[in-house]
């Protein structure tokens, strides 16, 4: 398949990608292996959120990603595994033995009545087991949920429940770092209230006790055994659910963004080789975790689509120590390095001694994604990861998109520090102002919409469309709205400044200010909490929490605790919040609106803007606030 290969090239692709798009991905699509061949490119209507690409086509994802590579490189490692200590070996699997292990594990999913359309939990460790099970599904036509392994019990069946599945895949524990995560022994806890899965199947990893429920856990190596490795791929309709991932919206609970099968594997497919400029032969190492849409699109669809090897890491970026990453590129001769700029930011702080002890002479290009990087990181990486000869591509793109929408061509696009500079072929993004009116020219900022339909764009929320709608295309009628702020610059260039709307990123997380007020409202003491985001050095943004409790604490610290432990619980360690301040009261409006506008400014430390408090309800509360701020 060709790819872009000089700016010219882009500019030219790109005109083609607006003047016809039907044709543009038509030829795009053309050498996937499809059962049928569709009958329409596309039909859409954003007033409706509907949107459907290479109508009537018939085709199974997994025989593009393992049957399609057999004849040409079978032998070669599709994926690369290095474990969390690195004392276990590393494994490699080809393309041939990860097509045999799919095949079985398909089986293992028949032999358990799944079948196609069911919806199929996996809650597991980054082993290679995970991706298995991701393609089985795929290749039985199941719909794979696959819920991040650091969600706790109560996320775990929330996501269960919300979209009925049928079975749950976990392991008995995971390691990440020095510590072990009990995964068996929250999924029993979540599986206390899933009255829809009926079996589930456990792989062991760190043959940690566990409990049994007769009848319905079996071990994964044991139902293993029982089958044969032919399977015959599922034929699936081009607009048929490949998955539903959780993500985190303005409001309430996460939604299930569903993601169909054809679209989405052309898209993953032309993004991974345009934007990295992958080569045959190289390795691409993506740090991100398959419970994230980065895991699934680059991690195992996009590279496996290509024919790449993929290396898969356990880990974490610090452990044993802050040189992990650097010493498994060198180790394993990385090629193409993909992460995030809060990991980039904490091994930055970290020190250069545990850089200069790696080579990084395999490394081409470098990669960056999930929240805005700050100049410095980006120097940083570009000078001492890449030594000023690997060009770094900040990617843009969120889980509702499916693979990357704008970002630079590696080695072909100019980069800016800090800018995701311009849109792949096949993307129109526009600016508006709040009424919704175009912002045209350069120089400008707004808020960040698309215009038209890519082929990986959010097909519905699982079981509530109206909330699709609602979500993304009910605020600027007939354009698809990203929640981000965005500049585009004198060149054209698109810098992305982060969330205009209550939506979070820790970390590269993306948390709803609200999902985590909930989890705050659970401990008995709390009456009422605002949450906000403000500037962290390492983390992007850190949750800040002003909490209302009920009588006098005698012990903050303490009960500072219990609220730690209560967000834990409910959602997980990653939204726990960094700063919890105890107020009297919160700014409202006379509506009873909370101004989170004033607690931002608040939690930044910047009270020269508060702005007008003039219309609260009390305008005292704000003094009282910004006394006690932590
Ligand atoms: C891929 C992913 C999406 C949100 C998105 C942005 C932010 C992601 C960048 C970025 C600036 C980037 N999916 N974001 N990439 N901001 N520059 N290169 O992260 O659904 O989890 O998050 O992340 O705010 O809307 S996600």
């Known amino acids: 398949m060709k790819r872009i290969t000089t700016i010219e090239e882009y500019h030219t692709e790109y005109a083609k990608s607006v003047k016809n798009p039907e044709a543009f991905w038509a030829e795009q699509a053309a050498d996937f292996t499809w059962r049928k061949p569709w009958k329409e490119v596309l039909e859409w209507n954003f007033e409706k959120a509907e949107t459907k690409w290479f109508v009537g086509g018939k085709l199974n994802i997994t025989e593009n990603c393992l049957d399609r590579h057999l004849a040409n490189r079978g032998n070669q490692t599709a994926i690369l595994w290095e474990p969390n200590s690195p004392l276990e070996e590393a494994r490699k699997i080809s393309y041939s033995e990860l097509h045999t292990m799919v095949c079985r594990m398909t089986n293992v999913l028949a032999q358990n009545n799944i079948k196609k359309g069911d919806r199929v939990c996996i809650y597991m460790p980054m082993v290679p087991e995970l991706a298995v099970t991701v393609l089985a599904c795929a290749r039985i036509g199941a719909i794979h949920s696959v819920v991040f392994a650091g969600f706790s019990a109560k996320s775990l069946s929330d996501r269960i429940n919300d979209s009925e599945c049928k079975m749950l895949i976990t392991a008995d524990g995971g390691f990440r770092g020095n510590k072990t995560t009990p995964l068996k022994d929250i999924a029993d806890e979540a599986l206390l209230s899933t009255p829809s899965i009926e079996t589930v199947l456990v792989h062991k990893r760190t043959e940690q006790n566990i409990n049994w429920t007769e009848g319905r856990d079996k071990w994964l190596h044991s139902e293993l055994a029982k089958?044969?490795?032919?399977?015959?791929?599922?034929?699936?309709?081009?607009?048929?659910?490949?998955?539903?991932?959780?993500?985190?919206?303005?409001?309430?609970?996460?939604?299930?963004?569903?993601?169909?099968?054809?679209?989405?594997?052309?898209?993953?497919?032309?993004?991974?080789?345009?934007?990295?400029?992958?080569?045959?032969g190289e390795t691409f190492f993506c740090t991100a975790d398959v419970g994230w849409i980065t895991g699934h699109s680059y991690i195992v669809y996009g590279p496996l689509l290509a024919g790449a090897t993929s290396l898969m890491f356990e880990g974490i970026p610090t452990y044993p120590d802050a040189g992990r990453f650097w010493e498994i590129i060198?180790?394993?001769?990385?090629?193409?390095?993909?992460?995030?700029?809060?990991?980039?930011?904490?091994?930055?702080?970290?020190?250069?001694?545990?850089?200069?002890?790696?080579?990084?002479?395999?490394?081409?290009?470098?990669?960056?994604?999930?929240?805005?990087?700050?100049?410095?990181?980006?120097?940083?990486?570009?000078?001492?990861?890449?030594?000023?000869?690997?060009?770094?591509?900040?990617?843009?793109?969120?889980?509702?998109?499916?693979?990357?929408?704008?970002?630079?061509?590696?080695?072909?696009?100019?980069?800016?520090?800090?800018?995701?500079?311009?849109?792949?072929?096949?993307?129109?993004?526009?600016?508006?102002?709040?009424?919704?009116?175009?912002?045209?020219?350069?120089?400008?900022?707004?808020?960040?919409?698309?215009?038209?339909?890519?082929?990986s764009i959010i097909r519905t929320t699982y079981g509530d469309h109206e909330r699709c709608f609602t979500n993304y295309f009910a605020t600027y009628k007939g354009l698809y709205f990203t929640g981000d702020g965005c500049k585009r610059d004198e060149d054209g260039?698109?810098?992305?400044?982060?969330?205009?709307?209550?939506?979070?990123?820790?970390?590269?997380?993306?948390?709803?200010?609200?999902?985590?007020?909930?989890?705050?409202?659970?401990?008995?003491?709390?009456?009422?909490?605002?949450?906000?985001?403000?500037?962290?050095?390492?983390?992007?943004?850190?949750?800040?929490?002003?909490?209302?409790?009920?009588?006098?604490?005698?012990?903050?610290?303490?009960?500072?605790?219990?609220?730690?432990?209560?967000?834990?619980?409910?959602?997980?360690?990653?939204?726990?919040?960094?700063?919890?301040?105890?107020?009297?009261?919160?700014?409202?409006?006379?509506?009873?609106?909370?101004?989170?506008?004033?607690?931002?400014?608040?939690?930044?430390?910047?009270?020269?803007?508060?702005?007008?408090?003039?219309?609260?309800?009390?305008?005292d509360v704000v003094a009282d606030i910004v006394k006690g701020r932590v």
């Not at 709307?501 to 909930?518: F, K, P």
């Not at 005698?554 to 409910?570: G, P, R, Y």
């Open 493 to 619: 260039y698109y810098r992305i400044t982060g969330r205009v709307d209550d939506v979070l990123n820790v970390s590269g997380h993306r948390l709803g200010t609200a999902e985590i007020e909930n989890a705050i409202d659970e401990h008995p003491l709390v009456i009422e909490t605002a949450v906000v985001g403000y500037p962290h050095d390492i983390k992007g943004q850190g949750v800040y929490a002003y909490i209302i409790c009920s009588g006098e604490i005698a012990d903050e610290d303490k009960l500072k605790k219990e609220i730690n432990e209560t967000v834990t619980k409910i959602i997980g360690p990653i939204a726990k919040p960094d700063k919890i301040q105890l107020v009297k009261g919160l700014p409202k409006t006379r509506s009873g609106k909370i101004m989170r506008r004033i607690l931002r400014k608040i939690a930044e430390n910047d009270m020269a803007n508060l702005g007008d408090t003039s219309t609260l309800l009390d305008p």
């Open 330 to 455: 060198d180790k394993h001769q990385v090629n193409i390095f993909y992460t995030a700029p809060t990991a980039i930011r904490s091994l930055e702080a970290a020190g250069l001694d545990f850089v200069k002890p790696y080579k990084l002479d395999s490394l081409r290009v470098l990669g960056s994604v999930g929240e805005p990087i700050n100049e410095e990181a980006w120097e940083w990486y570009n000078h001492n990861i890449g030594k000023g000869r690997c060009p770094i591509v900040d990617t843009w793109w969120q889980t509702e998109t499916g693979g990357i929408l704008i970002s630079p061509l590696a080695g072909i696009t100019k980069t800016k520090p800090s800018f995701a500079t311009l849109p792949l072929p096949g993307v129109q993004p526009i600016l508006v102002d709040s009424d919704g009116k175009e912002i045209v020219g350069n120089g400008v900022e707004g808020n960040l919409c698309i215009k038209y339909p890519w082929p």
């Open 227 to 280: 089958v044969d490795a032919n399977s015959v791929a599922t034929e699936m309709d081009a607009e048929d659910p490949l998955f539903i991932l959780y993500t985190s919206g303005s409001t309430g609970k996460p939604k299930g963004v569903v993601h169909s099968t054809a679209g989405y594997m052309v898209y993953a497919d032309y993004t991974f080789r345009n934007v990295f400029q992958y080569k045959e």
